[in-house]
């Protein structure tokens, strides 16, 4: 069973910039794609970024945070890391950790394993 617990959410202020962490424990995780997914008010929830644990390769970006957003990950301390820069408003949501057995499993119908998520509100 694995478990992911993701901090660092909070209120910032539109063009600044917030590292959102994810915890993982337990399981087989370091075999696993480790994700971020968010869901904004009245919004379904969507796909942020992902990376292979093993390679600490492999990251995959939505269109919509390319180039601001930055996934990585810290084997020492099995913590999946999304350092968020430029924020805007639209980026505000909750932000979730997942993880599963590969990225086509990940961004499928049922999720291995989420967080309890964080929240991210962007003022303007």
């Known amino acids: 069973q694995v478990q992911l617990v993701e901090s660092g959410g909070g209120l910032v202020q539109a063009g600044g910039s917030l590292r959102l962490s994810c915890a993982a424990s337990g399981g087989t995780f370091r075999t696993y794609t480790i994700g971020w997914f968010r869901q904004g008010p009245g919004k379904e929830r969507e796909f942020v970024a992902a990376?292979?644990?093993?390679?600490?390769?492999?990251?995959v970006y939505a269109d919509s945070v390319e180039g601001r957003f930055t996934i990585s990950r810290d084997k020492s301390k099995n913590t999946v890391y999304l350092q968020m820069n430029s924020l805007k408003p639209e980026d505000t949501a909750v932000y979730y950790c997942?993880?599963?057995?590969?990225?086509?499993?990940?961004?499928?119908?049922?999720?291995?394993?989420w967080g309890q998520g964080t929240q991210v509100t962007v003022s303007s």
């Open positions: 997942a993880a599963d057995t590969s990225l086509a499993n990940l961004r499928g119908d049922s999720v291995g394993y």
């Open positions: 990376i292979n644990w093993w390679s600490g390769g492999s990251k």
